[in-house]
């Protein structure tokens, strides 16, 4: 079997709501490409990634020279043929690489006629158990603002009831600490039996982080999740309070998480698919952790189905995920896949069965989407449409007024 094509599709698809988090917004909806890599026997392997345009088709389209001929199974060698860790220096192809490894081992499980998890060691679960995603949001098309804790409440109930989520995370960063303390406290009364995460990527300073640590540490928490910048600020942070720490930001490669190793800034380290370059990646990670007695997690970049499912198969195999996984995925109010958005049961979402990724593109869906992205384009990731000129510094002092929408 060897590759003979690559192609890139960049698709909008609608969220019930703005969501705003600590450095911006995601504006109503998620921009993410779409890769399909053909190989000469007729089998298409599917990849997905964040962002996307013109320059990301072009990205990939560029990626065509070093792609053909290649066989999906070649994937060390494909490691370094598309990402070599000097060159990447100046082309930075992680990302790539990534949504390239996703559709290779999508069609190496299709060639064998078995799930991607069974090329990864085999499943050791069916379900992969997930976090509620909350965040504060605009208003839009007949789903309210969540702005208060009272509105927060509210909205966890709904999922709650809807999904079955027993984990609530909430995305912080946009108000002052002190009300968003109170906002998590809200969550901690009316779910008392429930697990709780505050994530406010990053922006508090080293007292505020240690000031909300500590304010929380008698709560039914996971963890605190990026609470402040830099391993050093975790470190800082982590030795003044009595919660676990976790990361997605500054644990994203094998040499940060030596560091993190050698030196514990976090407890747990939120493993994501595209961040570090492949669903292989991520497990070669999570075999590490488990050795050093790091807890794991599955993080979420605002994925579609094609990402979702490699989360799904990676939250398979990994014997130390005792985390539920992130996913922004009930967030969406549609996907591109067949059959549209995968469901979730008892706060958990079944992994795929079929051959490789066990997900195929819905040809309508993805035209309608891909019209929806020219339509609408992209839009500023660090940037809230409700706050004009506004950007984040870190640590950040300039939040948004609680008791203003904007």
């Known amino acids: 079997m060897k590759i003979v094509d690559i192609r890139a599709t960049t698709v909008a698809v609608p969220l019930e709501a703005p969501l705003r988090h600590s450095n911006g917004a995601h504006w109503g909806r998620f921009v993410r490409t779409l890769v399909e890599v053909e190989a000469d026997n007729g089998l298409v392997g599917l990849g997905e990634m964040g962002g996307g345009g013109e320059s990301a088709e072009s990205a990939f389209r560029a990626l065509k020279p070093y792609l053909e001929g290649h066989d999906p199974f070649q994937l060390e060698a494909l490691r370094f043929k598309i990402a070599n860790p000097t060159a990447s220096l100046y082309n930075n192809r992680t990302q790539l690489l990534a949504a390239i490894e996703f559709a290779c081992l999508d069609l190496v499980g299709q060639h064998l006629g078995v799930p991607v998890c069974d090329l990864l060691g085999g499943r050791l679960r069916d379900t992969v158990p997930f976090a509620s995603y909350l965040f504060f949001r605009y208003a839009a098309d007949g789903h309210g603002e969540i702005r208060t804790p009272e509105q927060l409440v509210e909205h966890t109930r709904r999922l709650k009831r809807e999904h079955g989520f ?19 406290r809200a969550l901690a009364e009316a779910f008392p039996g429930d697990r709780l995460r505050y994530d406010p990527n990053a922006v508090l300073s080293v007292a505020e982080g240690l000031r909300f640590g500590r304010a929380i540490e008698h709560l039914n928490n996971d963890y605190l999740e990026d609470p402040v910048w830099g391993l050093e600020g975790l470190r800082a942070v982590r030795e003044q309070v009595r919660v676990p720490l976790a990361t997605n930001t500054v644990v ?51 994925e579609l189905g094609v990402q979702l499912a490699t989360m799904l198969h990676l939250g398979a195999v990994l014997p130390n995920l005792t985390y539920a ?22 706060g958990a979402i079944a992994v795929p069965e079929g051959p490789g990724l066990g997900v195929r593109l819905d040809p309508e869906r993805v035209a309608r989407y891909a019209e929806f992205y020219r339509e609408t384009g992209g839009y500023p990731y660090d940037r809230d449409p409700g706050r004009p000129g506004w950007y984040a510094t870190v640590p950040n002092e300039r939040f948004a007024d609680p008791d203003m929408s904007g």
């Not at 027993?166 to 998590?184: A, I, M, Q, R």
């Open 325 to 346: 996984a992130d996913a922004h995925y009930h967030q969406l109010r549609d996907d591109v896949i067949e059959g549209g958005r995968m469901a979730y049961s008892e």
């Open 252 to 302: 994203v490669n094998f040499e940060q998480l030596a560091s993190n190793v050698l030196r514990r800034g976090a407890d747990v380290v939120l493993l994501d698919t595209t961040f570090w370059g492949g669903i292989r990646p991520c497990v070669k990670a999570a075999g590490v952790c488990e050795t050093f007695q790091v807890g794991v997690a599955v993080h979420s970049s605002g």
């Open 166 to 184: 027993t984990v609530h995370k909430l995305k912080g960063g946009v108000f002052p600490p002190d009300y968003e303390l109170e906002c998590y």
